[in-house]
């Protein structure tokens, strides 16, 4: 193993001493800064192979087979004034006991000489070399049954059954590079994996990747580049974005983790937790229970099967096993992203950051490990978390969305929003360069109204390559850095609020998903003024006085305690708009709290899941909802006092308004609900909405930026004079807007 001199790198004589942006020392304190302040670019420069893939002699192959053009685009970002940089960065770790940096350096000098006073940031995969597992197969990952002995694991490590990417990959691992076989070439096989890599519960793992992550930052601090790093992100699991293996998947029986290690941790866990052998077998429905017999959650009792509406809220004693399985993969998710965070102080005394919290994107939130935000918001390891921004109504005219309640994180910590938005030069979300140009201040204006950093990323090798979009980068970078040194005041009027911790008590369902955290945050955005989004745990330390609309989306859990707390805090004009099921699992399977919540009674709706649901609004509008794969559960409303403004085929209640100790409430069952509606109601209240329905608005008090899905023509509503816009240079008393348009101003 190599010491603190690097004994298996290769260090480059080289330090640019030129002028930068940091000319101190960058702590944490300095490096967090940076990441407030600048905007970044992420490319594809140095991207290893992971697990890493060696040639006949040993040495480490680079995913990127060149780098010229890949430095260009570093280049270029650089002349736009981008002058912090990100990336993958290999951790020279090849195999057992085997460490090569010299892929790591030459990565450091290419990217370097790109510019005088680049910084980076870089990303550090701690997946394991394929040797690793064959050394340690009790240590990985085995997908549902679990049933294989310790050498059929050991037998499966890089075969076609090992699942070594995180997902089946039809033809094998290199069916995925099919596309840029001229640049890309991996033939190693992955086709219905039986197991994965490292068990996150790992020991041993952690151990050795942690001892892989010390000595790595140790050679970079030590060597010609270590004062222009300015922290590190972890990265492990699939895509790096710790999440465990195989849960983005749907459809399918590979469930993780079903191996000897997991188990053996969870029944660690169940004892910490409970007490005692007896105790934790009576919680588990296990009365013989041991560490080595302990029985896991199946795929059914997980997800795939609910017989009734009770057990799809896992509301009985038998939910039990399930729930405490995903609370313990996302304790160990986040023992792990913290002790390796913590290895990034001890060793550099600089920023350390992970990805983390996605659920606004993901059904299997729980699966993947990601439901322990809280924890890794008190951490004082962990400076900053990042996400890809969403997936879904993200094109030209959409509103864009997040994975991550950033907002929420920015109250503690840093989010940071990897933009992988497609360009019109990939020919998929933007058809133009108009369009594209609406989607980049799009996300510039999220970001800056959410107070969240943010970096471009080109992951397929070109999507930034034009003139035009570079040009138009450097813009948005200069009115960035203004308006960055410049306070801000949060400005909306309306919060849509989510709850991560009701994901842990609803099996998980990518239907109501896609309609209750997709679809009704996207609406609701749409609806012509800015929206902010928090966590239901954050409510009770903000200040609620603002906000005359309260969008409530999966709150299942409402407890009588906080409720009683908050509602002195709301304005006593504000709405409340509930939807789906408020409150149902606040204490075990109650519709009926409902009632307590909204003044509404609540009540199972029977219908034939193959025929869908038909919704119909009070104006006569009909919407349906076909259900493909898993239908979900849904409620009628009934009660004194109830404004009818929508009802199913049957004529049951589906949507409706009453008044109830002193706010209007309003409560959507079928989570379809559109931005006219939201627009109804924000009326209704006296929000001050910048533009019709069926635009986007984000701002705070230093800009406004205004993207419209359609063509609308509309009175300039801004509630402070402006003195500039961006885009067109012509602040006009009406604006004219043709569809997928942008405007961007810029207040007095």
């Known amino acids: 193993m190599p010491d603190r001199n690097g004994i298996f790198g290769v260090y480059f004589p080289f330090n640019f001493r030129t002028e ?34 060696l040639n006949d002699d040993g040495k480490p192959i680079m995913l990127l087979l060149e780098s010229e053009r890949i430095q260009r685009y570093h280049r270029d970002f650089y002349r736009a004034g981008i002058k912090l940089h990100t990336g993958l960065l290999f951790s020279g770790w090849t195999g057992i006991g085997k460490i090569d940096y010299a892929e790591t350096d030459r990565t450091l000098e290419e990217l370097f000489a790109c510019g005088d006073d680049i910084l980076y940031l870089p990303r550090i995969k701690l997946n394991v070399p394929l040797d690793w597992g064959k050394v340690y197969p009790e240590e990985m990952c085995v997908y549902y049954p679990g049933t294989l002995s310790v050498e059929a694991v050991r037998a499966l490590v890089n075969t076609p059954q090992h699942d070594i990417f995180g997902t089946d990959l039809g033809e094998g691992y290199h069916s995925w590079f099919k596309r840029h076989k001229d640049q890309w070439t991996d033939n190693r096989p992955n086709v219905n994996g039986l197991i994965g890599n490292q068990s996150f519960a790992s020991r041993q793992w952690l151990a050795d990747a942690g001892d892989i992550l010390a000595r790595l930052i140790r050679h970079l601090e030590d060597g010609p580049y270590g004062d222009r790093i300015i922290g590190y992100q972890i990265a492990y699991g699939m895509c790096g974005e710790t999440t465990l293996w195989r849960s983005w998947d749907r459809d399918n029986f590979k469930f993780s983790d079903y191996g000897f290690c997991c188990r053996r941790s969870f029944y660690d866990w169940g004892i910490q937790h409970y007490g005692s052998p007896e105790k934790l077998g009576e919680a588990w429905q296990q009365p ?43 304790d160990r998710n986040v023992e792990a992203i913290e002790h390796f965070c913590r290895i990034v ?104 109204s959410y107070g969240s950093a943010f970096w471009w990323m080109d992951l397929g090798g070109g999507w930034f390559d034009s003139p035009e979009i570079m040009r138009e980068l450097a813009r948005i970078e200069k009115y960035a ?8 005041r949060p400005v909306a009027e309306v919060l849509v609020v989510s709850d991560d911790a009701s994901f842990l008590v609803m099996k998980p369902n990518y239907a109501l998903h896609s309609d209750l955290l997709v679809d009704i945050p996207a609406e609701i955005q749409l609806a012509g003024a800015p929206v902010d989004h928090y966590r239901f745990a954050d409510l009770e330390t903000l200040d609620l006085s603002r906000y005359k609309v309260i969008c409530f989306l999966n709150c299942l859990i409402v407890p009588r305690g906080v409720r009683q707390r908050l509602l002195p805090r709301f304005r006593p ?75 199913y085929a049957d004529g049951a209640a589906a949507f409706a308004r009453c008044a109830w100790k002193g706010h209007l409430h309003y409560c959507c069952c079928p989570p379809l609900l559109r931005n006219g509606e939201y627009r109804a109601i ?53 604006v004219q807007m043709h569809a997928k348009d942008a405007r961007f101003y810029l207040y007095e």
């Open 345 to 448: 102080k001890q060793e550099s005394n600089k920023i350390a950051g992970a990805f983390y919290g996605y659920y606004l994107n993901v059904p299997r939130a729980g699966h993947a490990g990601h439901l322990g935000l809280d924890r890794l918001l008190a951490s004082p390891d962990i400076d900053f978390f990042a996400a890809p921004k969403a997936y879904r109504r993200v094109a030209p005219g959409e509103p864009g969305g997040e994975q991550v309640p950033a907002m929420s994180v920015n109250r503690r910590k840093l989010f940071v929003d990897e933009l992988d938005n497609r360009t019109h030069l990939t020919g998929l979300e933007a058809g133009n360069m108009e369009e594209t140009r609406t989607v980049l201040w799009r996300e510039l204006a999220k970001n800056l």
């Open 288 to 330: 013989e229970i041991s560490r080595n017999n302990i029985r896991l959650p199946s795929p059914f009792e997980r997800e795939l099967e609910w017989r009734n509406t009770a057990e799809f809220f896992r509301a009985g004693a038998e939910n039990r096993l399930a729930m405490d399985y995903d609370r313990f993969l996302s």
């Open 481 to 488: 850095l203004r308006l960055r040194g410049q306070p801000a």
């Open 573 to 647: 004009d504000a709405a409340f708009v509930w939807h789906y099921a408020p409150g149902i699992r606040s204490s075990g399977y109650d519709p009926g709290y409902a009632e307590e919540l909204c003044g509404m009674k609540m009540a199972e709706h029977h219908y034939d899941p193959r025929s869908g649901v038909e919704f119909r609004l009070a104006d006569g509008e009909i919407r349906r909802r076909e259900f493909h794969d898993r239908e979900y559960p849904l409620f009628q409303l009934s009660g004194s006092g109830l404004q009818v403004m929508g009802t």
């Open 682 to 734: 924000f009326d209704a209240a006296k929000v001050h909405c910048y533009a019709p329905a069926g635009n986007t608005v984000y701002a705070d008090s230093r800009f406004a930026g205004i993207f419209s899905r359609s063509g609308v023509t509309f009175p300039l509503a801004l509630p402070k004079n402006a003195a500039e816009e961006c885009l067109t240079g012509k602040i006009d008393a009406q």
């Open 20 to 53: 930068r942006i940091m000319k101190e020392k960058i702590d944490s304190a300095a490096g967090l800064q940076l990441l407030k302040k600048h905007s970044l670019f992420w490319s594809m420069l140095g991207w290893p192979y992971d697990p890493p893939r």
